[in-house]
């Protein structure tokens, strides 16, 4: 039994829905996987905050045509795909399909979309060697808590550079009045 216009329409809108909320949209070939297979990648998607659709290649067309941010997709658009939509951790959801990709062999990306752009393979690994959201966080946390630290130590560092000052000045002074007194006597 096929779907029906209604499931269709269904399917479609779901589908604009996951694109809205998407920033990247890689398409795989999937051809040879078995359903425990893509569950598994679904999996490995959703534990990075990334959607794995499968869906047919025209519901795909359709949920695109009307969106100029995601229509290069249509040049993808052939054989069977599954399609790995990012929110926001690029390189997490690139590194997750490369581990699956590595234990399965049977998959290959065929490009991705990313602000109305077709992106190649290339494109698509520069992505992954990006640092990921945390990453980045714990870099500006250390940047941040490094700020303070080196002020800290600044201005401890005066204090104790004055306070040997002042023992200094005692110790030198009396140095200068013992020699003073000795050239006196000298003379």
Do not use: H
Request: a positive charge.
């Amino acid at each position: 039994m096929g779907r029906t216009l209604e499931n269709k329409k269904e399917i479609v809108a779901d589908l604009e829905s996951l694109l809205a909320d998407a920033q990247l949209a890689l398409v795989v070939n999937y051809q040879g996987l078995s359903v425990a297979e893509i569950t598994q990648l679904r999996t490995k998607m959703y534990e990075v905050g990334s959607v794995c659709k499968v869906t047919k290649n025209t519901l795909m067309g359709i949920a695109v045509k009307e969106q100029s941010n995601w229509q290069p997709m249509t040049e993808f658009l052939q054989g069977t795909n599954a399609f790995i939509l990012v929110k926001d951790n690029f390189p997490g959801a690139i590194k997750a399909y490369e581990e699956f990709q590595k234990v399965s062999k049977k998959t290959e990306i065929r490009g991705g979309v990313m602000e109305g752009r077709a992106l190649s393979l290339q494109d698509i690994q520069a992505l992954k060697d990006l640092p990921t959201k945390e990453e980045l966080m714990a870099r500006i946390a250390g940047g941040i808590k490094a700020v303070p630290t080196k002020l800290a130590v600044g201005i401890n560092a005066v204090p104790k550079k004055l306070a040997v000052g002042i023992n200094e000045v005692p110790s030198k002074l009396v140095r200068a009045i013992k020699a003073v007194s000795e050239k006196d006597q000298a003379a």
